[in-house]
C-alpha cells in the first residue's frame, strides 16, 4: 500500500524511515532480509508502472509489498546507496 499523502522529500527523511523499518519501528511482519542485518534488503527503490512516480518499497519474504512510500525525484536518484546498503549511523 502506498499512501499519497506521505512523499519522502529528503535523504533525512529517508534515513529516518530506513531507521524505522530496520528498528522495526513500523510494526511490520516478515520483512524480507532486515532484523539483523547490516543493509536493507527488504526495501527497494522503484517507479509505479501507471504513473512513472518513484517511490521506496518494503518487501515481504516473497518480495510483495507491504508498504510503500513515495518519494521525491531528488530521493530517488541520490538515496539509492541508503537504500541498497543500509544506513550507516548506529541505532
Do not use: C, W
Not at 10 to 39: I, K, P
Amino acid at each position: 500500500m502506498i499512501n499519497d499523502n506521505d512523499v519522502i522529500e529528503t535523504l533525512d527523511e529517508l534515513e529516518t524511515f530506513l531507521r524505522l523499518v530496520e528498528n522495526g519501528g513500523l510494526g511490520l511482519e516478515n520483512v524480507a532480509g532486515v532484523a539483523g542485518v547490516a543493509g536493507v534488503a527488504g526495501v527497494a527503490l522503484a517507479t509505479n508502472n501507471s504513473d512513472g512516480r518513484p517511490f521506496v518499497a518494503v518487501l515481504d519474504d516473497n518480495h510483495q509489498l507491504l508498504l510503500g512510500r513515495y518519494v521525491s525525484n531528488d530521493v530517488y536518484e541520490n538515496g539509492k546507496d541508503m537504500v541498497r546498503y543500509g544506513t550507516k549511523k548506529p541505532h
